[in-house]
Protein backbone atom coordinates (compact mmCIF):
# COMPACT_ATOMS: atom_id res chain seq x y z
CA UNK A 1 0.00 0.00 0.00
CA UNK A 2 3.24 2.00 0.24
CA UNK A 3 2.62 5.59 -1.50
CA UNK A 4 -1.01 4.20 -2.83
CA UNK A 5 -3.35 7.15 -2.79
CA UNK A 6 -6.33 7.04 -0.64
CA UNK A 7 -9.97 8.89 -0.73
CA UNK A 8 -11.88 8.24 2.34
CA UNK A 9 -15.07 9.47 2.89
CA UNK A 10 -16.33 9.91 6.52
CA UNK A 11 -13.48 10.31 7.55
CA UNK A 12 -13.19 12.94 10.50
CA UNK A 13 -15.12 10.34 12.94
CA UNK A 14 -15.74 6.77 13.52
CA UNK A 15 -15.45 3.99 11.13
CA UNK A 16 -13.80 6.23 8.38
CA UNK A 17 -11.37 7.76 10.68
CA UNK A 18 -10.50 4.63 11.76
CA UNK A 19 -10.20 3.26 8.21
CA UNK A 20 -8.19 6.65 6.85
CA UNK A 21 -5.48 6.04 9.98
CA UNK A 22 -5.06 2.69 9.09
CA UNK A 23 -4.61 2.99 5.73
CA UNK A 24 -2.14 5.94 6.68
CA UNK A 25 -0.22 3.55 8.53
CA UNK A 26 0.18 1.07 5.45
CA UNK A 27 1.72 3.59 3.61
CA UNK A 28 -1.16 4.99 2.16
CA UNK A 29 -1.28 9.15 0.93
CA UNK A 30 -5.02 9.72 2.82
CA UNK A 31 -7.21 12.67 2.08
CA UNK A 32 -10.63 12.47 4.10
CA UNK A 33 -13.54 14.01 3.23
CA UNK A 34 -16.60 14.93 5.94
CA UNK A 35 -18.16 18.19 6.01
CA UNK A 36 -16.76 18.72 9.42
CA UNK A 37 -13.32 20.91 8.53
CA UNK A 38 -13.34 21.18 12.54
CA UNK A 39 -13.46 17.25 13.24
CA UNK A 40 -11.12 16.87 9.81
CA UNK A 41 -8.78 18.98 11.35
CA UNK A 42 -8.49 16.62 14.48
CA UNK A 43 -7.58 13.18 12.14
CA UNK A 44 -4.14 14.29 11.11
CA UNK A 45 -4.32 13.78 7.69
CA UNK A 46 -4.77 15.66 4.54
CA UNK A 47 -8.47 16.62 4.33
CA UNK A 48 -10.93 18.81 2.52
CA UNK A 49 -14.78 19.64 3.76
CA UNK A 50 -17.22 18.61 1.56
CA UNK A 51 -20.90 18.06 0.96
CA UNK A 52 -20.58 14.84 -0.40
CA UNK A 53 -24.48 14.28 -1.07
CA UNK A 54 -23.82 17.08 -4.41
CA UNK A 55 -22.01 16.65 -7.63
CA UNK A 56 -20.26 19.88 -6.43
CA UNK A 57 -18.76 18.38 -3.46
CA UNK A 58 -17.94 15.11 -4.88
CA UNK A 59 -15.72 16.62 -7.51
CA UNK A 60 -14.38 18.88 -5.58
CA UNK A 61 -13.23 15.77 -3.11
CA UNK A 62 -11.57 14.07 -5.90
CA UNK A 63 -10.17 17.66 -7.65
CA UNK A 64 -8.52 18.07 -4.37
CA UNK A 65 -7.27 14.78 -3.73
CA UNK A 66 -5.54 14.18 -7.40
CA UNK A 67 -4.06 17.77 -7.23
CA UNK A 68 -2.44 17.62 -3.82
CA UNK A 69 -1.84 13.88 -3.58
CA UNK A 70 -2.21 12.31 -6.95
CA UNK A 71 -4.42 10.13 -9.12
CA UNK A 72 -6.63 7.69 -6.69
CA UNK A 73 -5.91 4.46 -6.13
CA UNK A 74 -7.99 3.64 -3.00
CA UNK A 75 -11.70 4.79 -2.93
CA UNK A 76 -13.74 4.55 0.67
CA UNK A 77 -16.88 5.44 0.64
CA UNK A 78 -17.94 5.55 4.12
CA UNK A 79 -20.35 8.81 4.69
CA UNK A 80 -23.86 8.52 5.51
CA UNK A 81 -26.72 9.59 7.22
CA UNK A 82 -28.71 7.40 9.61
CA UNK A 83 -31.95 6.53 10.25
CA UNK A 84 -33.20 7.97 13.49
CA UNK A 85 -35.26 10.95 12.05
CA UNK A 86 -37.38 8.14 9.84
CA UNK A 87 -41.03 7.21 10.67
CA UNK A 88 -42.74 4.34 9.61
CA UNK A 89 -43.26 4.10 5.33
CA UNK A 90 -46.90 5.57 5.80
CA UNK A 91 -45.87 8.53 7.50
CA UNK A 92 -42.29 8.98 5.81
CA UNK A 93 -42.06 12.63 4.85
CA UNK A 94 -40.75 12.52 1.45
CA UNK A 95 -37.73 15.06 1.96
CA UNK A 96 -36.31 12.55 4.39
CA UNK A 97 -36.01 9.76 1.28
CA UNK A 98 -34.68 11.86 -0.88
CA UNK A 99 -31.80 14.29 1.44
CA UNK A 100 -30.99 9.85 2.63
CA UNK A 101 -30.76 8.66 -1.08
CA UNK A 102 -28.66 12.36 -2.25
CA UNK A 103 -25.97 11.00 0.60
CA UNK A 104 -26.42 7.93 0.70
CA UNK A 105 -26.69 6.76 -2.66
CA UNK A 106 -26.47 9.26 -5.33
CA UNK A 107 -22.64 10.47 -3.76
CA UNK A 108 -21.12 7.27 -3.70
CA UNK A 109 -22.34 6.90 -7.46
CA UNK A 110 -20.65 10.16 -7.78
CA UNK A 111 -17.32 9.15 -6.46
CA UNK A 112 -17.65 5.99 -8.34
CA UNK A 113 -18.07 7.71 -11.72
CA UNK A 114 -15.33 10.28 -10.68
CA UNK A 115 -12.64 7.60 -9.98
CA UNK A 116 -12.78 4.52 -10.77
CA UNK A 117 -12.07 5.02 -14.86
CA UNK A 118 -8.88 6.00 -14.31
CA UNK A 119 -8.30 3.08 -11.58
CA UNK A 120 -9.35 1.41 -14.74
CA UNK A 121 -6.80 3.01 -17.08
CA UNK A 122 -4.28 2.57 -14.60
CA UNK A 123 -4.45 -0.89 -14.21
CA UNK A 124 -5.01 -0.79 -10.29
CA UNK A 125 -7.70 0.06 -8.07
CA UNK A 126 -9.82 -0.63 -4.56
CA UNK A 127 -12.92 0.44 -4.02
CA UNK A 128 -14.81 -0.14 -0.63
CA UNK A 129 -18.39 0.99 0.10
CA UNK A 130 -19.69 0.77 3.61
CA UNK A 131 -23.64 -0.28 4.02
CA UNK A 132 -24.82 -2.27 6.52
CA UNK A 133 -27.12 -5.54 8.46
CA UNK A 134 -29.69 -2.97 6.76
CA UNK A 135 -28.66 -3.23 3.48
CA UNK A 136 -29.92 -7.41 3.51
CA UNK A 137 -32.18 -6.80 6.22
CA UNK A 138 -34.77 -3.86 6.42
CA UNK A 139 -35.18 -2.10 9.89
CA UNK A 140 -38.95 -0.42 11.18
CA UNK A 141 -39.06 2.87 10.19
CA UNK A 142 -36.38 3.03 8.33
CA UNK A 143 -37.52 2.82 4.66
CA UNK A 144 -35.15 5.74 3.33
CA UNK A 145 -31.98 4.04 5.26
CA UNK A 146 -32.94 0.41 4.33
CA UNK A 147 -33.58 1.33 0.65
CA UNK A 148 -30.56 3.21 0.67
CA UNK A 149 -27.74 0.76 1.87
CA UNK A 150 -29.60 -1.93 -0.45
CA UNK A 151 -28.64 0.31 -2.75
CA UNK A 152 -25.14 0.17 -1.73
CA UNK A 153 -24.49 -2.95 -1.93
CA UNK A 154 -25.55 -2.95 -5.61
CA UNK A 155 -23.62 0.14 -6.53
CA UNK A 156 -20.86 -2.03 -5.35
CA UNK A 157 -21.29 -5.21 -7.20
CA UNK A 158 -22.22 -3.08 -10.20
CA UNK A 159 -18.86 -1.49 -10.22
CA UNK A 160 -16.89 -4.52 -9.84
CA UNK A 161 -18.56 -6.15 -12.64
CA UNK A 162 -17.84 -2.93 -15.13
CA UNK A 163 -13.95 -2.82 -13.61
CA UNK A 164 -13.16 -6.11 -12.31
CA UNK A 165 -11.17 -6.75 -16.01
CA UNK A 166 -9.20 -4.13 -15.55
CA UNK A 167 -7.81 -4.84 -12.05
CA UNK A 168 -9.97 -3.15 -9.84
CA UNK A 169 -11.87 -4.57 -7.21
CA UNK A 170 -15.26 -3.08 -5.48
CA UNK A 171 -16.87 -4.68 -2.79
CA UNK A 172 -19.13 -3.43 0.65
CA UNK A 173 -18.84 -3.97 4.06
CA UNK A 174 -21.75 -4.33 6.13
CA UNK A 175 -21.77 -3.39 9.83
CA UNK A 176 -23.70 -4.20 12.38
CA UNK A 177 -24.22 -1.82 15.40
CA UNK A 178 -21.03 -0.07 15.93
CA UNK A 179 -21.47 2.56 18.70
CA UNK A 180 -20.48 5.79 17.08
CA UNK A 181 -22.22 9.28 17.15
CA UNK A 182 -24.61 8.59 13.92
CA UNK A 183 -26.22 5.53 16.28
CA UNK A 184 -25.68 7.39 19.30
CA UNK A 185 -28.18 9.57 17.99
CA UNK A 186 -30.43 6.47 16.79
CA UNK A 187 -30.11 5.11 20.21
CA UNK A 188 -31.37 8.81 22.24
CA UNK A 189 -34.25 8.21 19.20
CA UNK A 190 -35.34 5.28 20.14
CA UNK A 191 -34.82 5.83 23.75
CA UNK A 192 -37.42 8.76 23.89
CA UNK A 193 -39.83 6.87 21.97
CA UNK A 194 -39.82 3.77 24.42
CA UNK A 195 -39.98 5.57 27.32
CA UNK A 196 -36.07 3.92 28.11
CA UNK A 197 -32.66 5.00 29.07
CA UNK A 198 -30.01 5.06 26.33
CA UNK A 199 -27.85 2.73 28.67
CA UNK A 200 -30.70 0.02 28.04
CA UNK A 201 -30.90 0.42 24.24
CA UNK A 202 -27.57 -0.10 23.86
CA UNK A 203 -27.73 -3.19 26.36
CA UNK A 204 -30.18 -4.50 23.81
CA UNK A 205 -28.57 -3.75 20.92
CA UNK A 206 -25.58 -5.24 22.31
CA UNK A 207 -27.54 -8.85 23.31
CA UNK A 208 -28.14 -9.48 19.45
CA UNK A 209 -24.49 -10.62 19.65
CA UNK A 210 -22.95 -13.78 20.69
CA UNK A 211 -19.83 -11.55 22.54
CA UNK A 212 -22.72 -9.59 24.08
CA UNK A 213 -21.09 -6.36 22.70
CA UNK A 214 -21.48 -4.37 20.46
CA UNK A 215 -18.47 -3.06 17.37
CA UNK A 216 -15.79 -1.34 17.55
CA UNK A 217 -15.33 0.99 14.88
CA UNK A 218 -11.76 -0.31 15.01
CA UNK A 219 -12.93 -4.14 13.95
CA UNK A 220 -15.19 -2.35 10.96
CA UNK A 221 -11.89 -0.41 9.52
CA UNK A 222 -9.37 -3.59 9.89
CA UNK A 223 -12.15 -5.09 7.23
CA UNK A 224 -11.68 -2.05 5.21
CA UNK A 225 -8.10 -1.83 5.29
CA UNK A 226 -7.77 -5.57 4.22
CA UNK A 227 -10.22 -4.86 0.85
CA UNK A 228 -7.97 -2.35 -0.13
CA UNK A 229 -5.00 -3.99 0.07
CA UNK A 230 -3.12 -6.30 -2.43
CA UNK A 231 -3.84 -9.62 -0.65
CA UNK A 232 -7.46 -8.61 -0.96
CA UNK A 233 -7.18 -8.79 -4.96
CA UNK A 234 -9.45 -12.15 -5.42
CA UNK A 235 -12.49 -10.86 -3.14
CA UNK A 236 -14.58 -8.66 -5.56
CA UNK A 237 -17.97 -7.95 -5.77
CA UNK A 238 -19.04 -9.48 -2.31
CA UNK A 239 -20.94 -8.11 0.80
CA UNK A 240 -18.98 -8.30 3.77
CA UNK A 241 -21.05 -8.51 7.54
CA UNK A 242 -18.91 -7.27 9.87
CA UNK A 243 -21.06 -7.92 12.81
CA UNK A 244 -19.82 -10.40 15.41
CA UNK A 245 -21.92 -13.50 14.12
CA UNK A 246 -25.11 -12.45 15.29
CA UNK A 247 -28.23 -12.84 13.37
CA UNK A 248 -29.49 -9.22 12.82
Given at each position: ???????????????GR??????AAAGARVMVVARSAAELMTVGLEYVAAD????????????????????????????????????????????VWRETMRVNLDGPFELARLTVGGMCQRGFGRCVFTSSTAGQKAERSGSAYTASKHGVIGLARAVAQDAGPFGVTSNAVLPGWVRTD????????????????????????????????????????????FLCSDAAGGVNGEAITVALGGIW
Open positions: MNGRVALVTGGGRGIEAALLLLGTTEGCALAVAETERRLGPIDLLVVNHGIGSAHERVVWEQDPAMAERSAATEAERRGITVDQVWRERAAIYPRNRVLEPREVAQVIE
